[in-house]
């Protein structure tokens, strides 16, 4: 059923009372679930008449909408219609996914991400006043070039605090704590005090230290810092929840964050502090000694796989180290040059496809997604529209990516500030050093590279598909006519767990049993695990880990939902054991949980199994059976 997403999500918001009497909202499986303020002011009958809604279910405090498999499609759309599902919605909060050093820089990503704006913003205006002293003669003692460089070097220089409150809301912590910890950490006078400007400075550990009741502080400067404020990130938020713990309510207002300060200053700046700093030296440091040894290797190769690391996301945790190299040794090539010849190469490379291509749509597409990416450094649109569709394309912009990076390696380029998004027009971020226009002119030559060389490549290497589409799909045309088919296609669903056998109708919940989502059976298992009942296709998971969707090779869809209401678990007694996407083969684990912990939880294990769409079948017939083992025959479809 294709749904258009928008049109339905303003017709239910008008059904149920609209924006303003929605409390919260999210989704689970197979329903929207809703949280209304007044549901006398929802009109039942009109929202299941709305195409695509199934039914309506007043459950459990919730107004739940029956859609079926494309709810997570349409729930995309419906929160776009208000501020939905940011607060108090019964979904359960998206857990990080990877390994632990994924998750780590997934959390880096995060918090530097919405930074951005202002980093750039402040990085051109430094652009702008480099210009004009190199340029239009701009005095550098005069109140003009002072007021220039605070709006250039504001940023940078209270990173820490923006920093900080991105933490807070990334750890539910409290961003006006979390901010004046960083505050402290760059307060003027503690900068001052840290230089020696005003006391005599002792020593600890070798190194410059002043004092706090007699305990030696290491002097440090956080301006401009990441990795200090980042280490903070989990003292910070468990000492606001020891301090909330300990603080009676009468005194709470005061005394939670008078209990907060007195920690986490003092431990920002005598332990964790100086560990950030030391760390950022020696991260600078190991690029420093790689760029040195080896700079155009180690350019080349990052600028060759940089799309790759885009497509993770992970480019945006790079960015503290970008940060780190501006501010010790003023240059940065990790970032800036590796981008610049990345994101110019994509470009480059849908320039070819769409000068090559004899199709009008991909013509236009192709120039198009070229031109954003050379000029402005977008390049989703080249990377993911046009050289990842095609293939050959994104080969080409990796090899002129990876030569445009060994040149800029060889002659130095390097950016000294950061702007914006690197394209063609941010060639001025190179101008500085010694020789300030020196890296201007080779990166100019790096960037004809980039482009002239995955064009070219693009050029030669893309071929239209539409050729070879025609002759494959004539090809099994012609082999799916001669082949025999049988008159009716029969396929045998195995049991996904063992347990007892019971009827769709008698599932203790309206929904199931009324066959809306579908024809099928369910099963109230006695172990803990769902396999595959057939070789299939993950095409559907929940943050709540409670249900699983199959796609089978026939277009069966299927649903396997462990429990009734299980998704206000928040995925607590389970355990996926595969992603969306996988190919799965009969008999493979899908779901372990825990069948006491759900139990004594007060949850019904009740699963159904069912064909969401049955309506394109002609039978669907469970067996004859009170108890069944997992991978014996459950079900027939016809």
């Known amino acids: 059923m294709a749904l258009d997403y928008v049109e339905t999500s303003k017709k239910i918001i008008e059904a149920v009372g609209g924006v303003s009497n929605i409390a919260s909202a999210t989704n689970c499986m197979t329903r929207l679930r809703l949280v209304l303020n007044d549901e006398s002011k929802a009109d039942d009958k009109k929202v299941e008449k709305i195409k695509g809604v199934k039914s309506v279910i007043k459950q459990g405090g919730q107004y739940q909408i029956v859609i079926g498999n494309e709810v997570s499609n349409l729930f995309k759309e419906f929160k776009k219609q208000g501020n939905f599902g940011a607060e108090g919605g019964s979904a359960a909060p998206k857990k990080a996914e990877g390994n632990p050093v994924q998750r780590l820089l997934g959390f880096v990503s995060g918090c530097m991400t919405p930074l951005l704006p202002a980093m750039l913003g402040c990085g051109m205006m430094k652009v702008v006043l480099t210009l004009l002293t190199t340029f239009a003669g701009l005095p550098t003692d005069g109140s003009t070039y002072i007021i220039l460089t605070a709006m250039g070097d504001c940023f940078f220089t209270f990173l820490p605090i923006f920093l900080a409150f991105n933490i807070a809301k990334k750890m539910d912590g409290s961003p006006m704590l979390f901010m004046a910890v960083a505050a402290a950490m760059v307060y003027p006078d503690l900068v001052t005090l840290m230089a020696g400007g005003s006391l005599e400075l002792g020593t600890f ?18 301006t401009s810092s990441v990795l200090p404020i980042l280490l903070m990130a989990p003292v910070m938020k468990w000492v606001e929840d020891f301090a909330d ?19 986490c200053v003092p431990v920002a700046l005598i332990i964790l502090g100086p560990i950030g700093n030391i760390l950022g030296n020696a991260l600078s440091g190991l690029f420093n000694t790689a760029y040195n040894a080896c700079g155009w290797l180690t350019i080349g190769v990052l600028s060759a796989i940089m799309p790759f690391i885009v497509m993770t996301g992970m480019h945006y945790a790079l960015v503290p180290f970008c940060t780190i190299n501006l501010t010790t040794v003023g240059f940065d090539a990790l970032v800036i040059t590796t981008m610049f010849c990345s994101n110019l190469a994509q470009g480059g490379a849908s320039l070819g496809v769409g000068l090559k291509s004899k199709n009008t749509e991909t013509k236009s597409e192709g120039i198009a997604c070229g031109i954003s990416a050379v000029v402005a450094g977008v390049t989703e649109p080249a990377m993911y529209g046009i050289n990842l569709r095609y293939g050959k394309p994104m080969a080409a912009a990796v090899i002129a990516a990876g030569i445009s ?53 693009s050029f030669i290497m893309y071929k239209d598909p539409a050729v070879e589409e025609d002759e494959e799909e004539e090809a099994a045309e012609d082999a799916s006519e001669s082949a025999p088919k049988p008159l009716v296609q029969t396929i045998t669903l195995s049991a996904p767990m063992t347990g007892e056998v019971v009827k769709l109708a008698d599932v203790p919940d309206q929904v199931f049993a009324s066959g809306a989502l579908g024809e099928g059976v369910a099963i109230v298992p006695t172990v803990g695990k769902v396999v595959a009942p057939c070789d299939a296709v993950v095409s559907a998971t929940m943050d709540t880990k409670h249900a699983v969707g199959l796609t089978t090779p026939e277009g069966m869809e299927l649903l396997i939902h462990v429990g009734l209401n299980t998704v206000e678990l928040n995925g607590k007694f389970y355990d996926y054991k595969v992603k969306e996407g996988d190919n799965v083969k009969r008999g493979d684990t899908l779901i372990e949980f825990d069948i006491n912990g759900i139990k004594g939880a007060g949850y019904p294990l009740h699963t159904p199994v069912l064909v969401t769409n049955s309506d394109e079948y002609v039978s669907i017939k469970p067996v004859d059976a009170a108890n069944i083992q997992a991978g014996q025959d459950l079900m027939t479809v016809v």
């Open 205 to 222: 550990l070798g190194m410059d230290c002043t004092y706090l009741f007699g305990i030696p502080v290491i002097c440090s400067t956080y």
């Open 405 to 457: 990076g060994l040149w800029c390696g060889i002659t130095g380029v390097v950016g000294y500030v950061m702007g914006g998004s690197p394209s063609i027009l941010t060639l001025i971020q190179f101008i500085g050093g010694d020789s300030p226009m020196r890296g201007v002119i080779f990166g100019a030559i790096g960037a004809v590279l980039s482009v002239g060389i995955s064009f070219v490549l």
């Open 245 to 263: 713990r300990v603080s009676p309510n009468v005194l709470k207002s005061f005394l939670k964050p008078l209990i907060f300060l007195i920690i």
